[in-house]
């Protein structure tokens, strides 16, 4: 797998000045490098459970890296994921030297969701873990743009984002973001605004950034379909995140059944340990992201475009990739979100998402490419293969998008 680098596109000169000089100081320790694509998860297999036959059903589903936290023994851990081809966040107590390590180890679970007063003890601590396990780095998670401003401890949520990357020069910008998507609420555009800051610190930082999304039901969010989960991956996906992990894998709260925020249970495992529907689902969504993960980490955020009825359609798609995207006359109206990339090769890619998640999305495309040199990235093989019109007897070039789903595409250098 190729490492990943950032070239710091759609933002300003003084901006990225300002924090190139901020991180100079570190950039001589050893970093850590990502060379996967993260598929992970919140609340892994109890300490009870922290077994070979568990951790073999996580690298069934396709995941590709652990977090830890959650009672487990850490160094138990690590060699169960070298063991399964896993990657492990781990967490451990004690002082740092005697953290343990291994080639499975990506680094350790700090802290989640802290305010801008925890910043400075974090930065310490994430230079005493490069110091004392380089190539390791120091994983913290952050708040979603909907926590207060009490609980930021700034003055608003841009400002929370910039000051964790100025202050703790982290090696991977995460967050948690749940959005509603319900029939009397919808609050899709507030996680794409959140998916928006991550992108401009991480641009701008030369780091990956990762989410996490929901896969079970919780409080007023209800138990998400398939099509709704592939909608929050491929988002994140449109919007550069080199990684996705799924809130939660085990449910939380064993013994605890109808209390607290997780009455209905339904995570990827219930508290019992029993696969739900979501452990299939997760299977096949996390194959084929780990499938298109080699293109992905070799991609470079260019800009994201969000293509509705009412959007000047030409206009909005400048810089895209596309020359244009329309409908067949009788299909619902256009509903996309687009992310346009470039990769080392100076190739220009497209993720075109289906913003619905209720029905199949047709659009009649025209790629800003020769046809002949318009190439997908194949879900089930990663490789590079002529696109294919799904539609041959209609006009043009018919592109099929499951509800909530999302293509990959190559174009030809420039």
């Not at 798609?317 to 990769?343: E, R």
Request: net charge neutral; glycine share 8%; charged share 20%.
């Amino acid at each position: 797998m190729r490492s990943v680098i950032f070239k710091p596109a759609t933002v300003s000169s003084a901006l990225l000045i300002v924090f190139f000089l901020s991180v100079s100081a570190h950039s001589a320790m050893s970093q850590f490098i990502q060379d996967r694509f993260a598929i992970g998860f919140w609340v892994a297999p109890p300490a009870e459970e922290t077994t070979p036959t568990r951790y073999k059903e996580i690298a069934d589903a396709n995941f590709t890296v652990v977090l830890g936290g959650f009672g487990q023994d850490a160094a138990k851990q690590i060699a169960l994921c070298e063991r399964y081809g896993l990657k492990a966040l781990v967490k451990s107590e004690g002082p740092v030297e005697k953290w343990p390590d291994g080639d499975a180890c990506w680094g350790y679970m700090l802290v989640d969701e802290p305010g801008a007063g925890a910043f400075p003890g974090l930065a310490k601590l994430c230079d005493e873990i490069e110091k004392t396990h380089p190539g390791r780095f120091g994983y913290v998670n952050l708040f979603p743009n909907y926590a207060p401003a009490w609980a930021l401890q700034t003055p608003d949520y841009d400002s929370h984002v910039r000051e964790f990357v100025k202050q703790v020069h982290p090696r991977v910008l995460c967050m948690d973001h749940y959005p509603l998507m319900r029939p009397e609420g919808d609050t899709r555009q507030a996680y794409l605004d959140n998916l928006a800051t991550m992108r401009k610190y991480s641009l701008l930082a030369r780091i990956p950034f990762w989410n996490f999304f929901y896969s079970m039901p919780f409080n007023d969010r209800l138990d998400p379909t398939e099509a709704q989960i592939r909608w929050q991956i491929f988002a994140s996906v449109a919007y550069g995140a080199k990684g996705v992990l799924y809130f939660c894998y085990w449910t939380p709260g064993k013994g605890a059944k109808g209390a607290g925020e997780f009455p209905k249970g339904g995570a990827i495992l219930t508290a019992e340990g029993l696969r739900t529907r979501h452990w299939d689902e997760a299977r096949r969504i996390n194959s084929e992201l780990k499938a298109m993960g080699s293109t992905l980490m070799d991609l470079t955020s260019t800009g994201v475009h969000r293509i509705t009825a009412e959007t000047d359609t030409a206009k909005e798609l400048s810089g895209s990739g596309l020359k244009s995207i329309s409908i067949v006359p009788g299909d619902p109206p256009a509903d996309y979100l687009i992310g346009a990339f470039k990769d080392r090769k100076g190739r220009r890619a497209v993720l075109l998402q289906n913003y619905n998640y209720s029905y199949t999305a047709w659009p009649t495309v025209v790629f800003d490419a020769d046809p002949g040199k318009v190439l997908e990235v194949n879900k089930a093989t990663g490789k590079l293969t002529p696109v294919v019109d799904d539609s041959p007897e209609l006009e043009g070039l018919q592109l099929s998008l499951g509800a909530g789903d999302g293509r990959l595409f190559v174009l030809a250098a420039e």
